[in-house]
Structure formats: C-alpha cells, structure tokens
C-alpha cells in the first residue's frame, strides 16, 4: 500500500470513529443501541470504545478497497478530509 493510501484510510477510520462515537448524526443510533443494551454490556462497550469502533471501520475500509478499489479511494479522500478539516476547526486554524 502506497503511504498516501494508508495516510487518507488512517484519518478516514480517525473519521469515521469520531462519526460512530460521537457525531450528532448518529445520535439517535447510539441512544437505540444503549437502550437495548445498557452500557456495561459488551454490545454497548462496541460502539463506546474507540479502539472497538476503529477495528471495524479500518476493516470496513479496508474491505472496501479490496472490492472496489476507486469508491474506497472516492470514500477515503472525502473522510480524510473531512478529518482535517474538523481538526484545523477545533483549533481555530
């Protein structure tokens, strides 16, 4: 893998982590999730532990690449952006 690749799928899974854990949009899918399982409970723990979250999202990225090499691509840059962006943001730059 080139390391351009790897840098934009890294900050693409840093990206969605963020998106699972603690994105407004996804609010309503946590809140589902807890209240079925209470946090404590394994299922819970899956979507409130960023090492967890970040396994299945680079998985999921890098599943991606292996089918379809050019969504991935398409997918990764607009999440790696996306993650700078929110960071530069948050630090006021």
Do not use: Q
């Not at 209240?35 to 967890?52: A, D, N, Q, T, V």
Request: with cysteine.
């Amino acid at each position: 893998m080139r390391p351009l690749t790897l840098l934009a799928d890294t900050l693409a899974v840093y990206r969605l982590t963020k998106l699972v854990m603690e994105d407004k949009i996804t609010e309503d899918l946590r809140d589902y999730i807890y209240e079925k399982f209470p946090r404590g409970h394994k299922m819970s723990y899956l979507i409130g532990c960023p090492w967890c979250v970040s396994i299945w999202a680079a998985l999921a990225i890098f599943t991606l690449r292996k089918i379809s090499p050019e969504t991935a691509d398409f997918l990764s840059g607009v999440l790696a952006t996306s993650a700078v962006t929110g960071v530069a943001y948050s630090k006021g730059l």
